[in-house]
Structures are given as C-alpha cells and as structure tokens.
C-alpha cells in the first residue's frame, strides 16, 4: 500500500528547459510535503518543502504546486541545468499523528547538456 | 566537516551475525532518525530519537535496537543478520522532530548480509 507515488521512474529533459516531476498521494490526512534530490552514493538532499495551507512555494529555481483536491504535487525546475541531474524523490506527513514521512519511489532526471 | 557522518560506509557480513552501524551529528539537531532503504528504493523510516527519547518504532524485528548516548549520536545494533536484512540504511537529523525544514541525511551504509 504505497500512499506516495511517483508515476515516472526516469525523465530527460534538456538544458535550460523546464523539467517537471509529479508525485500523487492518496492519504488526504497529509499536511506536509518534502522534496529532496539524491545523487548516487549520498544521502538524500533536503530540497523545498510545502504545508497544505498554501498551493505554491518557490525558491529560485525550485518551484512546488500542491494540488489537494487531485492529491497531486509536481515540483518545478527552470531552468534545468546538467547539475540537477540525480534521483528526486517526494515524501509526505501528518496522516498518522506522528510526524512519520512517506517517501516516493523516486524519479530519475536527467538534464541533457 | 561533514554534518551527518555514519559508519561504516560499507558492510559485508554473513548471517547470523550482529554489526552495528553508528551516526554523529554535529548541527546541534535534537532528532535523528534512522531510514531504510530496500531493493525497490523505498525510504522506510525505522526509528526516530528525540533528545534521546524514542518517538517513532516503526515495525521493525527487535532484532534492530537504536541507542542514543546523547543527541548527537544515534547508533543502530542488528543482531542476528539475515538476508532481507541487505539494504541502504540512512541516518538523517532535524532541527524538530515534525522535519519541517528537511532531514539532513547522512551518505548511507551499504549493508550487504551473505
């Protein structure tokens, strides 16, 4: 039972474009949603955060929409850059009272030079 | 100056034994955590300490015991060790134990159980 989604395993998009990566959740309990960025053999990087109360949190290149009613979060990068390349994995809180995060599966970027 | 170091990097052990695998960090965070992360790359959490209080068990064998001497540290103990057991387990922290301004994750240990 995978309550944090995410559809596309892998996506390419190519330098200075846009890339967008989706996450769907089907607990409506969740109040709080994270995005972190891994590159192989780190630890996952903390990357912009969302609270339910609001639709859209930007930072530079980074932006996150949060859609409640569809249960869906896509994060933004605009422009892309070869950098940005790495694995991009969602993860969500507050279904359970405990302040437990459900993470993704993943998806893969990679940003063409 | 690393922020989340966990040793060792990498683990080769047979079944049957136990290892432990430790976490320090120095951001002056009151919680830690430890993460799981399996062949399919699901992130599982495992355990979470705040100030050295226990706040989150997931369900876990109790052959897996975290101690926390103080907060800046968080070690795992697995006894025991079974093939299932192979994964990447992640050490992370947090300035509050919500995680509101993100986990800082440590880079893994590649557990490898033979």
């Known amino acids: 039972d995978q309550q944090v989604k995410q559809n596309s395993p892998s996506l390419s998009v190519q330098e200075g474009r846009i890339s967008i990566l989706n996450c769907d959740y089907t607990n409506s309990m969740f109040d709080y949603f994270l995005w972190y960025k891994k590159y192989p053999a780190e630890g996952p990087t903390f990357l912009i955060s969302i609270s339910s109360i609001k639709d859209k949190n930007e930072d530079g290149r980074f932006t996150v929409f949060l859609n409640k009613s569809a249960k869906h979060l896509s994060l933004h990068i605009v422009p892309s850059q070869p950098g940005d390349s790495a694995v991009y994995f969602c993860?969500?809180?507050?279904?359970?009272?405990?302040?437990?995060?459900?993470f993704g599966t993943g998806t893969r970027l990679k940003v063409l030079a | 100056d690393t922020a989340v170091s966990q040793t060792p990097k990498y683990l080769v052990t047979q079944m049957g034994n136990d290892k432990s695998i430790k976490c320090e960090q120095n951001l002056g965070h009151d919680t830690m955590y430890w993460y799981k992360q399996d062949s399919k790359k699901f992130l599982k959490i495992m355990f979470s300490y705040n100030n050295k209080e226990l706040i989150i068990n997931e369900t876990v064998p109790n052959r897996f015991s975290p101690k926390s001497p103080d907060k800046a540290h968080l070690n795992l103990h697995i006894n025991s060790l079974e093939l299932g057991d192979s994964a990447v387990y992640f050490c992370?922290?947090?300035?509050?134990?919500?995680?509101?301004?993100?986990?800082?994750f440590g880079s893994g240990t590649r557990l490898t159980v033979v």
């Open positions: 992370a922290s947090s300035q509050d134990p919500r995680g509101l301004s993100g986990y800082t």
């Open positions: 993860a969500a809180s507050g279904a359970s009272g405990t302040y437990k995060y459900i």
